[in-house]
């Protein structure tokens, strides 16, 4: 039997294969980068959320704080678990998509709550080697413990709902490209991640935020910046997306701002959007139906879960 075992010494130095991958590139050349590049631009517009996606979301502050909320704990999960960067920006696209195209109109804040689980386990498979079980997902940052089957369930329901598609195309798809010509990826990627917690950026397409982002921060990286990649980037915009570009570029004017702000904020367990608690506190035994959208999902609450706990 040992014969067929292999000797992958690799695995144990897991931390910093994973540090490798995720500052490497597939694309080595300009050319390669600019080919993929517009595969991206071509396909990005199908991955977006619904036109007035961002006036229905401003009309509605439930739900806008549910979102903000759910991205917060997106990007603690992030650290939390090492994932990838293409992970919770995935998981964002998702839940995007499906609030826009669901409305989610009525929705307690559980029910959010469990969406944005589903959408951080969809996007953990697709991006992951070894994504996180789900019971380890509800680890820490959520009010509520949901049953495997249940989340499962949501999870289906996601997937039908955003047809199934995947690989979606974010701000962080184009700067991945761009990674060879990078040494060192934290400020952009920190700013990446604070305007993703700001509803105000859903206005603009994802090459639109990358290159704002990149402009924003390129003289603080100059050095470390290939100035030939970067000015082929604006080049590649839409002559459509200039106006958007500018916009975009101005909202962000204030970047070291930003970043501090985003830094206290990922790093503080004081939050104040959404309620602490259901209305109601259900047990196992007292347990209810709610539709999201058509199917019944139990949940056990937050009293509960710290039951399991101790």
Same mark, same amino acid.
């Given at each position: 039997?040992?014969?067929?075992?292999?000797?992958?010494?690799?695995?144990?130095?897991?931390?910093?294969?994973?540090?490798?991958?995720?500052?490497?590139?597939?694309?080595?050349?300009?050319?390669?980068?600019?080919?993929?590049?517009?595969?991206?631009?071509?396909?990005?517009?199908?991955?977006?959320?619904?036109?007035?996606?961002?006036?229905?979301?401003?009309?509605?502050? %439930?739900?806008?704080?549910?979102?903000?909320?759910?991205?917060?704990?997106?990007?603690?999960?992030?650290?939390?678990?090492?994932?990838?960067?293409?992970?919770?920006?995935?998981?964002?696209?998702?839940?995007?998509?499906?609030?826009?195209?669901?409305?989610?109109?009525?929705?307690?804040?559980?029910?959010?709550?469990?969406?944005?689980?589903?959408?951080?386990?969809?996007?953990?498979?697709?991006?992951?080697?070894?994504?996180?079980?789900? =019971?380890?997902?509800?680890?820490?940052?959520?009010?509520? =413990?949901?049953?495997?089957?249940?989340?499962?369930?949501?999870?289906?329901?996601?997937?039908?709902?955003?047809?199934? @598609?995947?690989?979606?195309?974010?701000?962080?798809?184009?700067?991945? =490209?761009?990674?060879? %010509?990078?040494?060192?990826?934290?400020?952009?990627?920190?700013?990446?991640?604070?305007?993703?917690?700001?509803?105000?950026?859903?206005?603009?397409?994802?090459?639109?935020?990358?290159?704002?982002?990149?402009?924003?921060?390129?003289?603080?990286? %100059?050095? =470390?910046?290939?100035?030939?990649?970067?000015?082929?980037?604006?080049?590649?915009?839409?002559?459509?997306?200039?106006?958007?570009?500018?916009?975009?570029? @101005?909202?962000?004017?204030?970047?070291?701002?930003?970043?501090?702000?985003?830094?206290?904020?990922?790093?503080?367990?004081?939050?104040?959007?959404?309620?602490?608690?259901?209305?109601?506190?259900?047990?196992?035994?007292?347990?209810?139906?709610?539709?999201?959208?058509?199917?019944?999902?139990?949940?056990? %609450?937050?009293?509960?879960? @710290?039951?399991?706990?101790?």
């Amino acid at each position: 039997m040992e014969s067929l075992l292999c000797d992958e010494i690799w695995l144990e130095k897991e931390e910093e294969l994973k540090n490798d991958v995720e500052n490497s590139c597939f694309f080595k050349s300009k050319e390669d980068c600019e080919e993929a590049f517009e595969i991206l631009l071509n396909k990005e517009i199908s991955y977006m959320p619904k036109i007035g996606y961002l006036k229905f979301i401003k009309e509605n502050c %439930s739900i806008e704080n549910a979102r903000f909320k759910a991205i917060h704990w997106l990007i603690k999960s992030q650290r939390r678990w090492n994932l990838s960067f293409g992970t919770v920006f995935g998981a964002a696209s998702y839940l995007d998509q499906f609030i826009s195209l669901n409305k989610c109109q009525g929705w307690k804040y559980w029910m959010f709550e469990l969406l944005s689980i589903a959408c951080l386990s969809v996007a953990s498979k697709f991006h992951e080697t070894s994504p996180p079980q789900l =019971l380890e997902l509800q680890m820490e940052g959520v009010e509520h =413990l949901f049953e495997s089957t249940m989340i499962q369930r949501m999870e289906l329901t996601l997937l039908e709902t955003i047809g199934w @598609r995947l690989n979606s195309t974010t701000p962080y798809s184009y700067i991945e =490209l761009f990674q060879w %010509s990078i040494n060192s990826l934290k400020s952009v990627n920190d700013l990446l991640l604070r305007i993703l917690l700001d509803a105000k950026f859903l206005e603009f397409k994802p090459c639109v935020i990358a290159q704002s982002v990149v402009t924003c921060i390129s003289e603080d990286l %100059s050095p =470390l910046i290939d100035d030939s990649c970067f000015n082929n980037f604006t080049r590649l915009i839409p002559q459509d997306q200039k106006d958007g570009l500018s916009k975009c570029q @101005r909202m962000m004017m204030n970047k070291q701002l930003l970043i501090e702000e985003f830094q206290e904020l990922i790093t503080s367990e004081v939050f104040n959007y959404g309620p602490s608690s259901p209305v109601t506190v259900l047990t196992m035994e007292q347990h209810d139906l709610c539709d999201i959208p058509e199917g019944d999902i139990n949940y056990i %609450s937050n009293a509960n879960k @710290r039951k399991r706990e101790h």
